[in-house]
């Protein structure tokens, strides 16, 4: 899992880090995929085309970026400007100067998201898999048992273990200083 | 945020499910993809019978050089075939 903050990455991607750009991908993927499909509604295709863009986009203007702690935002505006390119490509008749009415609050929900995935992050790997693959695949307790060979009462009361560490992660009683709580605290 | 509550923590790691695999891959291989797409450019500049047979067949060439031709990538081969 990748440990560093966004300006190391930032920093490691421009000295052409191949590992550091796969680090980035990894931690902004789910983020750019959910304001496509989630606050926008764009339909798979062009929840894709968008996705690619943004990435080709942040890759070729990662430079330009004047506060590499600011990276987050910045993904954030370059996801929203071609999300909202793509909605005025599909409808030519009527320009979209109208947003989805329930973006915004889309919107601060998923980063709000993307902070408890940052304390997530900080947990130990078996908290980490077991709640990922509970919460955000919907995976059954039998199916993460079955993957983990372990049954599925022991899934369900790891779960609930996990998410009470999650919350105490979040509440700040046993903080970490790692590049997750680093982000969560920007 | 405020009030954790484990149901508001639950709720909010539904919200940011994994995006599909094969979009991430092809966001991570952006800088081999890049770097390959430039030698099929310059490629085509250096000999005009190769330039038409990777206009006539983006995909086909994208592939070649083990890339997945997706659109993004065939769009960028024509943008910089145009330029």
């Known amino acids: 899992m990748e440990t560093r ?9 421009l000295a052409g880090d191949e590992s550091a750009w796969n680090g980035l991908v990894d931690r902004f993927a789910r983020y750019v995929f959910a304001i496509t499909t989630q606050a926008f509604r ?3 295709d062009d929840a894709e085309d968008v996705f690619q863009e943004v990435f080709a986009r942040i890759y070729d203007r990662l430079g330009t970026l004047r506060d590499p702690d600011a990276l987050r935002p910045w993904i954030a505006q370059l996801t929203r400007r071609e999300c909202i390119d793509k909605l005025r490509a599909n409808t030519r008749e009527a320009p979209v100067d109208d947003l989805p009415e329930h973006e915004e609050d889309v919107l601060d929900r998923i980063e709000e998201a993307f902070d408890v995935h940052a304390a997530l992050d900080s947990l130990p790997g ?3 898999e077991v709640l990922d693959r509970f919460f955000c695949r919907d995976e059954s307790y039998r199916t993460i048992g079955d993957q983990l ?3 599925s009462g022991t899934i369900a009361s790891r779960i609930s273990r996990c998410l009470a560490r999650l919350r105490e992660r979040l509440e700040g009683r046993n903080p970490v200083a790692t590049a997750s709580s680093d982000r969560r605290d920007r | 945020m405020s009030g954790y509550d484990e149901e508001r923590i639950a709720e909010r790691l539904r919200v940011l499910p ?3 695999i094969g979009w991430v891959e092809a966001a991570q291989e952006l800088p081999r993809a890049r770097a390959e797409i430039a030698g099929l450019v310059e490629r085509a500049q250096a000999d005009a019978g190769y330039r038409a047979q990777l206009l006539a067949d983006i995909e086909t060439a994208l592939a070649a050089e083990g890339l997945v031709p997706r659109p993004s990538l065939i769009e960028l081969v024509r943008r910089r ?3």
Do not use: Q
């Open chain 1, 5 to 13: 903050s966004d300006a190391a990455l930032v920093a490691a991607c």
């Open chain 1, 42 to 44: 764009l339909p798979p």
């Open chain 1, 126 to 128: 078996e908290c980490r």
């Open chain 1, 149 to 151: 060979g372990l049954p």
């Open chain 2, 18 to 20: 994994p995006a599909p």
């Open chain 2, 81 to 83: 075939m145009s330029e």
